[in-house]
């Protein structure tokens, strides 16, 4: 399990070890029952959006497939939810990979745990210099001037949210 609040953001490195191999990671996110008495128990109060980035220029978002790569291919962002899936199908020997977890607060949340379960052959790095050195993941796009990029993750102005901060508030027609 690993630590994170519902603004916060969590980098973790992989290796593949085994080309070939599917490789996949799942992350959840428990929320403490009747963490907000406003909230009925069907509602979240955290929102959870995952993504991989590798060094073969794929980018992976959670429970919606590859969404840009050299080929060109593009996918939809998934919808809220606090259960989130990537998988690399054939991924190739030596592959670096950056997951990019964020946390969405819904509702005022505190500090708790998420869950990150990966299957395939692969070494977790001790620390993240070095998908940091192989330039993953990137705040290419700087954050949208909606964020601050620390370590190469944007992190989102309140409001805001998405790998470079592009989902912000929707406006309110009145009238």
Known sequence: AEYMGGAQNLGLCFRIARPGRPFVVTVAWTDPVLAVPSVTPSELVVNLDISLSCNDGAVYHG???LSSSSQGVFAVRDELNNIEQVRIETPTD???CMLVVRGVSLQESETARVAVAATGHFFRQPSNLACMQAGLP???????NHGRCVSGICECAAMYS??????????????
């Open 162 to 175: 998405g790998a470079h901060c592009e989902h912000g508030p929707t406006p309110i027609e009145l009238g």
């Open 94 to 96: 030596n592959l670096l």
């Open 63 to 65: 429970n919606g497939g």
């Open 138 to 144: 990137s705040c290419a796009r700087a954050c949208l």
